[in-house]
């Protein structure tokens, strides 16, 4: 009977406060790196490409497809690399002839960019907005479970602050 009139108030609110400052790490790690952090990989044509399709679990999956591709990575043998996630590199998999460059992230395994003979396939400015509005998303939902943690645990914080002291005589 004691278990259940126990006040577990101050320990929900803290989880809720702990799950957004994973939620803020989180979005602060899928921010897109800079365009000098990348690594240049040139590749002749045809290349080995792979479409794949990502399948999510749950009550709203959320399927998409994307496009594996193996490189040779400095410091790697051989890597899979695939573009930032719901991009797709057009025109990528019937490429019969050329040279295509792209710009990776070699932390990651995500192609930024995408060139073939100075025609720009996949940008770095449409791979970045990607990442960081995803990551804006995670941080902004980590801004709200804080925000709504701090406000649950203010009352608990007031009232300790107002307990008397004890008085020893």
């Excluded at 050329?98 to 070699?106: A, C, E, M, W, Y």
């Excluded at 939902?141 to 649950?152: D, E, N, R």
């Amino acid at each position: 009977m004691a278990a259940e009139n126990a006040e577990t108030g101050p320990l929900w609110w803290t989880g809720v406060a702990v799950i957004g400052l994973v939620f803020l790490a989180l979005g602060y790690g899928a921010l897109p790196v800079g365009r000098d952090s990348l690594v240049t990989v040139e590749i002749e044509a045809p290349l080995p490409v792979r479409r794949v399709l990502v399948e999510g679990s749950g009550r709203n999956p959320d399927n998409y497809f994307t496009q594996r591709l193996k490189v040779a990575l400095p410091g790697n043998d051989s890597a899979e690399v695939s573009p930032v996630r719901k991009l797709l590199i057009p025109e990528i998999e019937d490429l019969k002839r050329g040279t295509v460059r792209f710009l990776i992230d070699p932390l990651s395994r995500q192609i930024y960019e995408a060139s073939l003979d100075g025609r720009v396939l996949l940008s770095y400015i449409r791979s970045a907005g990607t990442r960081r509005r995803n990551a804006f998303i995670a941080m902004l939902v980590g801004l709200f479970c804080v925000g709504v943690g701090a406000l649950g645990l203010a009352p608990v914080a007031r009232t300790g602050e107002k307990t008397p002291a004890r008085s020893e005589s």
